[in-house]
């Protein structure tokens, strides 16, 4: 109650009363620097915000940073930390390096379009396509595509496309004890399913889900920096290769009767975020 008092004050205080009630991919999105803060994970990955983030460089020894404009290669300090030592252990796989879209925005919170979680600086996405051995230029980041892993039927993956070296940095970055969850398209987990031999404990934390079909979304879990991060629930008992993986490809029931459109979900505001968020909102 006594945080809700102070969150309410500061808003009040410093941003315009109607702050508060505005769509929060409003207020975060136009943040184009870190809050000055301790550095913590405030909330959940699809409701939260992120202060005193740590910028991922654009360029490293084995990874370049994508859609450089969109300025969301921010995130927690111990998430950076990963990819770098995730890009280390990439070429040890058969992977050039690690080309990294989003992550999260300076101070966290709603984006304006692309996501939902990315909210707390635990999440990246990271593209299938392999990073070429030159540098990109800042133009080629903003127009270079990634490359869908999927057949033409959706259902698979396309050979030609996703080889062992798919196989492998998904596998190493799955391996890694800091990540909690992988998602990535159902043709891909069903690919990782066939290939997978010998210790096959990693592929419970990779999950299907729709889209991430050119890249895979590796979250890690609450770091220690950061008390108020909620953490995921612990995935389902067993490799998610069997009855929960062919789910995924059941045709949808028939509808009983005419279904009405449902109405877009409301809009985040600043009020149904954390009350950190709102220091680490204004924090100058």
Known sequence: MLKRFFAAFLLAAVLPAAAADRPA??????AEAPAPLAARSIGTYARGC????????????????????????????VLVDFLERLAAKA??????????????????????????????GLDADIWLTPMPK???????REKVSA????????LSVDPAKFS???????????????????????????????????????????????????????RIACPRNSPTCKPQAEPPSGDGCGAELQSWYAPPPKPTK????KPPPPEITL??????????LVAK
């Open 164 to 218: 062992d070296k798919q196989f492998g940095i998904l596998r190493l970055a799955a391996r890694q004890p800091e990540v909690e969850r992988i998602f990535v398209n159902r043709a891909i987990k069903k690919a990782l399913c066939e290939r997978a031999t010998g210790d096959r404990s990693w592929l419970a934390k990779v999950r299907p889900w729709w889209g991430h079909d050119y890249h895979f979304h590796v």
């Open 91 to 120: 070429p040890s796989v058969g992977w050039n390096g690690l080309l990294v879209g989003d992550m999260s925005q300076p101070r966290g919170g709603p984006m304006s379009s692309g996501h939902a979680s990315h909210q707390i």
């Open 50 to 77: 992120l202060a005193g983030a740590a910028l991922l460089p654009v360029n490293g020894p084995a990874w370049q940073v994508m859609r450089l404009s969109r300025n969301r290669n921010w995130g927690n300090p």
């Open 25 to 30: 991919k409003e207020l975060f999105g136009a």
């Open 258 to 261: 005419p279904s009405k459109p």
């Open 134 to 140: 030159r540098e990109f230029s800042y133009d080629e």
């Open 271 to 280: 009020k149904d975020l954390p009350p950190e968020c709102a220091q680490v």
């Open 147 to 154: 490359v869908s892993m999927l057949a033409r039927d959706t």
